[in-house]
T-cell receptor, first 114, second 112 residues
């Protein structure tokens, strides 16, 4: 069964460092998303991406965050200068031709900021 | 702003019981509702998707119902098994945009 692949599975970084989280969505999907889950809290929407541009973003997704689809397969989330409160599990997801389709999530990348 | 609440937060049952997980949302103008399963340290696995025009969806021992006007959904698990132990999340998509708003989840433990 097709799956969404995320790397790294766990990253530890120092406060102020730049981090890039990578995702390979399902190959024929057109809509891509990042969500995050701070330990013990709800899963929160960060951003959606369609047709090579951001289609929607939340208040969390400020200027410190950016997304990119550098080639036909990868979808990345960059955090420019990490803060302690960025420590969370970051989930990538993708969905098919219609954004109303079922979202398929990756296993997540755990980010720990020290 | 949409708020999604799940009750109970945790549930422990003996194997074989039928059980109901509840999800409520404050804004009934939804496009669809999705139930997910999350295993510890893992991603989210989609279980059922109910469009706003539908009343229920079934998959194996799982049945999800939707009452949009009252802002409620239930996930019914029949004949629970230890392998069902996980956190169950519901998420709603509004009529504008593609973002999902998640509830806090119900942590289910099924004891052998």
């Amino acid at each position: 069964e097709p799956e969404v692949t995320q790397t790294p599975s766990h990253q530890v970084t120092q406060m102020g460092q730049e981090v890039i989280l990578r995702c390979v969505p399902i190959s024929n999907h057109l809509y891509f998303y990042w969500y995050r889950q701070i330990l013990g809290q709800k899963v929160e929407f960060l951003v959606s991406f369609y047709n090579n541009e951001i289609s929607e973003k939340s208040e969390i997704f400020d200027d410190q965050f950016s997304v990119e689809r550098p080639d036909g397969s990868n979808f990345t989330l960059k955090i420019r200068s990490t803060k302690l409160e960025d420590s969370a599990m970051y989930f990538c997801a993708s969905s098919g031709r219609s954004g109303a389709n079922v979202l398929t999530f990756g296993a997540g990348s755990r980010l720990t900021v020290l | 702003k949409q708020e999604v609440t799940q009750i109970p937060a945790a549930l422990s049952v003996p194997e074989g019981e039928n059980l109901v997980l509840n999800c409520s949302f404050t804004d009934s103008a939804i496009y669809n509702l999705q139930w997910f399963r999350q295993d510890p340290g893992k991603g989210l696995t989609s279980l059922l998707l109910i469009q706003s025009s539908q009343r229920e969806q079934t998959s194996g021992r799982l049945n999800a119902s939707l009452d949009k006007s009252s802002g409620r959904s239930t996930l019914y698990i029949a004949a629970s098994q230890p392998g069902d132990s996980a956190t169950y999340l519901c998420a709603v998509r509004g009529n504008a945009g593609n973002m999902l708003t998640f509830g806090g989840g119900t942590r289910l433990m099924v004891k052998p």
